[in-house]
């Protein structure tokens, strides 16, 4: 609650002191005009006035208090006062400097009108203003109801204003924090369902694929691969116990490390080695180096493997081909095997290997994935990264 207050008065601040410097400048002006203040002295008291008025102004503009708001009424009451005084003063000249002078004093209205506690000061400003308006104007011959009418309609306007900001800002900030409440719980939410997905492919990619091998006796896998697997997959998980953030340097591999780009000939030895340590044969073709930024190279190699895991475990064969382009902007890998393939339409939403692992995976990093297969053809997969 103070920090709204604070930012309404500062809100009203700025609007009162504009108005205060606006119309003290006025009055200076219209006061060193020949012949409107007959005496040189009261010139001069006016305008030293003015600048005081100018100055409580500026201070109100910086830092809005009780302190500048009284110096502006009693200046601008006190310079009226001098004018009032001062003998021979006739005429419009005269008139539009204590009309400017009113104006000026109107100006504390904005912070005097917001609760109930100022409002009485504001009356009570006020009522001593207009007690000195109408002897100011009859003593130089001005016309009263024109006057009343300035008074009167320069403090209305400004404490209206006053009233409707007191009652405006509070709404619009517990809107706008409603709002901020609104944002950080959907970006939370963001944040936890991209954690969520990431720690199912990290499942899938670990864990799970070990799993499977041990539900099928390690079918295809020598004894040793699998126990080395299985290792790895301990190791990444008392990291996990231990609170560290595993970082994917390929399917089922993860260890800690800090890379901001890597070159892709450098990273693709890992995938190469594990798949040949499997038993399934990869011929590798095409691009030997591509540059690509961190995460969307592991996002690349991860998406890659569990294509190759794919077809060791699904197709029936125990050889594959991946062949690796790039142009300017994109990055390409082909995955082909001819093994059984199968009824693309028929793979269900739900199989994490495809959607997550693959799909979803290179579309975090602005990637695609494509599939063709079809039962008895063989099975192709097509991966594109961007270089940036």
Request: proline share 3%; with cysteine; glycine share 8%.
């Amino acid at each position: 609650m103070t920090r709204t207050v604070e930012q309404r008065d500062r809100m009203l601040g700025s609007a009162a002191s504009l108005v205060i410097i606006l119309n003290a400048a006025g009055a200076a002006i219209c006061a060193v005009v020949p012949g409107v203040l007959p005496q040189l002295e009261s010139t001069i008291s006016v305008v030293a006035l003015c600048l005081l008025l100018i100055a409580a102004g500026v201070y109100l503009e910086r830092r809005p208090s009780p302190i500048p708001v009284v110096v502006a009424l009693a200046t601008s009451a006190i310079a009226m006062g001098v004018v009032a005084l001062t003998s021979g003063v006739h005429g419009a000249g005269a008139a539009s400097v204590v009309a400017l002078l009113t104006a000026a004093s109107a100006g504390s209205a904005f912070l005097l009108a917001v609760d109930a506690q100022r409002r009485i000061i504001l009356i009570v400003a006020f009522l001593g203003v207009f007690a000195i308006v109408v002897p100011t104007t009859l003593t130089i011959g001005s016309n009263l109801i024109t006057m009343l009418f300035v008074t009167i309609g320069s403090w209305a306007f400004c404490a209206g204003i006053g009233v409707w900001v007191a009652h405006v800002v509070p709404r619009t900030v517990e809107r706008i924090e409603g709002m901020s409440d609104a944002y950080r719980t959907e970006r939370q939410a963001s944040e936890l369902e991209a954690r969520r997905r990431q720690s199912a492919r990290l499942l899938h990619d670990t864990v799970l694929a070990t799993l499977t091998l041990l539900a099928h006796s390690g079918r295809g896998v020598g004894e040793q691969a699998l126990r080395a697997q299985a290792a790895e997959d301990a190791a990444l998980l008392r990291q996990l116990r231990l609170g560290y953030t595993p970082d994917p340097a390929s399917s089922g591999d993860y260890h800690l490390r800090q890379v901001q780009e890597s070159t892709l000939g450098n990273t693709l030895e890992t995938v190469k080695q594990r798949f040949k340590r499997m038993g399934l044969d990869v011929a590798w073709h095409g691009t030997g180096h591509v540059l690509l930024p961190a995460e969307t190279l592991d996002a690349f190699l991860l998406a890659l493997a569990e294509c190759l895991e794919n077809v060791r475990r699904h197709s029936g064969e125990t050889q594959a081909h991946v062949t690796i382009t790039d142009d300017d902007v994109t990055v390409r890998a082909m995955i082909t095997d001819s093994g059984v393939g199968f009824d693309v339409g028929a793979v269900s939403p739900g199989r994490l290997g495809f959607t997550e692992s693959i799909v979803a995976r290179v579309r975090d990093v602005g990637g695609n994935a494509r599939l063709f297969s079809a039962p008895g053809s063989g099975t192709t997969v097509v991966l594109e990264v961007p270089k940036q």
